[in-house]
């Protein structure tokens, strides 16, 4: 997933970004940020307890959209949009959703609806499955577009079966729920609101509604599997709810026009101080995005999202030397291991275009990539990185890395053979990069 050239090549902004592209008329963008990803694992890690699966078996993906919309596919491939987590009024509404999805996955679903597809609809299954596999080879702007046609294509006969394993997912996130001592009757206040949303607010409204049963009818459902959960009645977890207003004030922030925000977040405390410094540094207003973050700030100076976002808002001041020094206390501060801080401090420090500090920033990008190999905007950096320092070997094998993640087989060839001739010999970039071309040297010969 991916990002630069000093400030303003590709902004990083608050939210890493990928652009991806599809054959529908509005790309889809799938976004990275460590407070959403760390606070859904930690609601995942809870409705995980009393499962087989863990967090680690799960690709969680974000779409930046304002439809709401969530759903699986194969491989435990779950993708939330945003605006689930802006309507959700209450993080165990969120966590509804979560566990709605988990349904599926533990239940087989995704597998069921390939085998139904394939009765349904012999041409539909290919570009289904081209979708699966496109998405678990890395090439996820493939993938996606892939599954969208691929679950367009089906004819009517999916509805039914569809229906069938909404209505079972609901009566298992019940449980799931239950289980785990999160009030499931949030699953219920979540469906009225999609009830009462217009087709604009619905990705795709009539494919939502003739493929979910009808919302009174999931209520009741629900509503009798609350009744076989007779102690599901949990009290609310305040931390996790300030957690999800602060995390829900930033998605407005970032998905929502500044004046919408404004409107909405205007009484001043420190929830609207965060959605209106995240509006504002989008709007341009650099100096109210400061001062909002150096009052949240200085109340509370273990936090690490204020600091990652006032750094990012200096370094697109090309203010290099506070946009290190507020990213490094972010890091020391999340009080984990995480692929994006560590690359977008790889970032600030390239930016000098000094070596001494790109040798510095060559080990945070190591360790980024290390947490996450799939990063491919990392591996981006990291050639830029050898060839500032003129190390032009090495800058060829992550390029070559890089490449072969985004689907860009060719070019990933290429750039190994390049690595190849020059690195040093056996060495771990040496095996990798003769491994690259081993497994692509078929496939690019076959397309030439």
């Given at each position: 997933m991916a990002k630069v050239r000093k400030a303003n090549f590709f902004l990083l902004k608050v939210f890493f970004i990928i652009f991806l592209?599809?054959?529908?008329?509005?790309?889809?963008?799938?976004i990275r940020d460590a407070e959403l990803e760390l606070f859904t694992d930690d609601i995942l890690s809870i409705l995980l307890n009393y499962s087989q699966l863990e967090t680690d078996d799960l690709n969680v993906y974000f779409i930046k959209s304002n439809q709401v919309n969530a759903f699986v596919t194969g491989g435990k491939n779950i993708f939330i949009n945003t605006e689930v987590i802006i309507k959700s009024e209450d993080y165990r509404e969120y966590a509804s959703v979560l566990a709605h999805e988990l349904a599926h996955?533990?239940?087989?679903?995704?597998?069921?609806?390939?085998v139904e597809i394939t009765n349904l609809s012999l041409n539909a299954l290919p570009i289904y499955l081209l979708g699966i596999v496109g998405i678990m080879a890395g090439a996820t702007e493939t993938g996606i577009a892939g599954v969208?046609?691929?679950?367009?294509?089906?004819?009517?006969?999916?509805?039914?079966?569809?229906?069938?394993?909404?209505?079972?997912?609901?009566?298992?996130?019940?449980?799931?729920?239950?289980?785990?001592?999160?009030?499931?009757?949030?699953?219920?206040?979540?469906?009225?609101?999609?009830?009462?949303?217009?087709?604009?607010?619905?990705?795709?409204?009539?494919?939502y509604r003739s493929t979910h049963p009808k919302t009174e009818s999931r209520i009741t459902w629900i509503n009798s599997s609350l009744n076989n959960n007779h102690d599901c009645n949990y009290k609310i977890n305040e931390i996790m709810q300030k957690r999800f207003e602060f995390l829900k004030a930033k998605l407005h922030g970032y998905t929502?026009?500044?004046?919408?925000?404004?409107?909405?977040?205007?009484?001043?405390?420190?929830?609207?101080?965060?959605?209106t410094a995240v509006s504002s540094y989008f709007q341009g207003n650099h100096s109210r995005s400061i001062k909002n973050l150096e009052t949240l700030i200085s109340k509370y100076p273990e936090n690490p999202f204020y600091k990652e976002l006032i750094g990012e808002i200096y370094f697109a001041n090309n203010n290099y030397e506070k946009a290190t020094f507020y990213q490094k206390n972010a890091i020391s501060d999340l009080q984990t291991e995480n692929d994006i801080y560590f690359m977008i401090l790889g970032n600030y420090l390239l930016s000098y275009d000094i070596n001494e500090k790109s040798m510095i920033g060559i080990e945070y990008l190591k360790k980024s990539i290390h947490l996450n190999p799939k990063n491919a905007y990392s591996w981006y950096l990291l050639g830029r990185a050898?060839?500032?320092?003129?190390?032009?070997?090495?800058?060829?094998?992550?390029?070559?890395?890089?490449?072969?993640?985004?689907?860009?087989?060719?070019?990933?060839?290429?750039?190994?053979?390049?690595?190849?001739?020059?690195?040093?010999?056996?060495?771990?970039?040496?095996?990798?990069?003769?491994?690259?071309?081993?497994?692509?040297?078929?496939?690019?010969?076959?397309?030439?």
């Open positions: 592209t599809s054959s529908s008329p509005k790309a889809l963008e799938i996955i533990i239940g087989g679903h995704i597998f069921n609806t390939s969208m046609v691929g679950q367009a294509s089906v004819n009517d006969g999916y509805t039914y079966y569809s229906r069938t394993q909404e209505a079972s997912a609901d009566q298992a996130a019940v449980s799931i729920l239950c289980k785990n001592k999160i009030d499931a009757k949030y699953l219920v206040s979540f469906l009225e609101k999609l009830n009462n949303l217009s087709g604009a607010e619905l990705i795709d409204d009539r494919g929502h026009h500044h004046s919408e925000t404004e409107s909405q977040y205007n009484k001043g405390n420190d929830i609207d101080l965060y959605a050898y060839a500032q320092i003129d190390n032009i070997p090495l800058a060829n094998y992550a390029s070559a890395e890089r490449y072969f993640l985004i689907g860009e087989r060719s070019l990933s060839y290429e750039f190994a053979l390049k690595a190849l001739k020059n690195i040093e010999q056996y060495s771990p970039e040496w095996y990798r990069s003769f491994d690259l071309i081993e497994v692509l040297k078929k496939e690019v010969s076959t397309n030439r």
